[in-house]
């Protein structure tokens, strides 16, 4: 068992470069699945009973991300070894990790590892700046050597992970998309990285609001700083994150 087959939906990146981080650890051969632009991955993929599946999601609202769910319920198992990774904020992961665990268990895997890593804050870069940083990078290489080791003492137990039922209620879709300001210079490079195509490719200013599931993909993607949220609601939620996510926590790891 030396292959690994890695699932990521990461609109911003943390939670790629921590999955990617756990595989660099391990040090197998390994498989790349991105399944951030929806649209791009509508097929069934199969992992073999020899493979080792790593999924990673970022955690929106204390919860697996809606947007992703039917995706990731076109990954088939077979019985296989699955690794379930969660990237969050600096606030809360709440619920899931153990709604990934779960839902991959319904997927046929059996999830033998898991872990919660944080990344740099979607909405704001002053909550958890630049992370993961060098310190969640060896913590997920660290997690890497871990399940490698738990594998070759052929130690198949599943994990516990904290987390409630019923999971977290899911939040009302609210209406606060990023918008375009003047400093966007239509280099259309957000339309690109939105994942469900919600930014009009030639005037990236106009935004489906039904669409958008506020990811900010579309900001952090942006070197001309020309996009930003001017919602009320949202400017308000950033200040209370600012003001009380600003305790480091460190990753957590389930083995
Ligand atoms: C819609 C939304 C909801 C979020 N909810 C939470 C949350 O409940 N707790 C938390 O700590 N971070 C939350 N975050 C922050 C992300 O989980 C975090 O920045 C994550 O690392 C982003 O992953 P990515 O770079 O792979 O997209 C939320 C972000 C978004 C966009």
Redesign the pocket.
């Known amino acids: 068992m030396k292959r690994v087959q890695y699932f ?9 470069r921590v999955v990617e981080g756990i595989i660099k650890g391990m040090g197998f051969e390994s498989a790349e699945n991105n399944l951030t632009i929806i649209a791009k991955n509508l097929e069934e993929y199969i992992v073999e009973k020899d493979e080792i599946a790593i999924v ?8 697996v ?1 809606e947007v992703i769910l039917e995706t990731l319920k076109r990954i088939k198992g077979n019985g296989g070894i699955a690794i379930a990774v969660v ?8 619920d ?1 990790l153990l709604e990934l665990k779960d839902i991959l268990k319904g997927q046929n895997f059996n999830v033998i590892a898991g872990g919660a890593f ?6 704001t870069k002053q909550v ?1 700046t630049n992370r993961p940083d060098k310190m969640d990078e060896e913590k997920a290489e660290y997690f890497g050597k871990k399940i490698v080791a738990k594998i070759e003492e052929k130690d198949f137990n599943e994990i516990i992970v904290p987390g409630n039922y019923p999971y977290k209620e899911r939040k009302a879709k609210s209406v606060f998309s990023p918008h375009g300001n003047r400093r966007c210079v239509y280099c259309r490079h957000c339309p690109g990285a939105c994942p469900v195509g919600a930014i009009d490719m030639r005037k990236p200013d106009i935004v489906d609001e039904e669409k958008c ?5 579309c900001i952090k993607v942006c070197t001309f700083n020309g996009r930003e949220l001017l919602d009320e609601g949202v400017l308000e939620k950033i200040k209370w994150l600012e003001e009380n ?1 600003k305790e480091r926590k460190e990753p957590q790891i389930f083995i």
């Open positions: 990521y939906f990461s609109p911003t990146s943390n939670t790629k990673g999601v970022p955690v929106y609202a204390g919860r991300p990237t969050y904020g600096n606030r809360a992961y709440d899931a944080v990344g740099e804050h979607s909405y958890a599931i506020h990811c900010c993909a996510c």
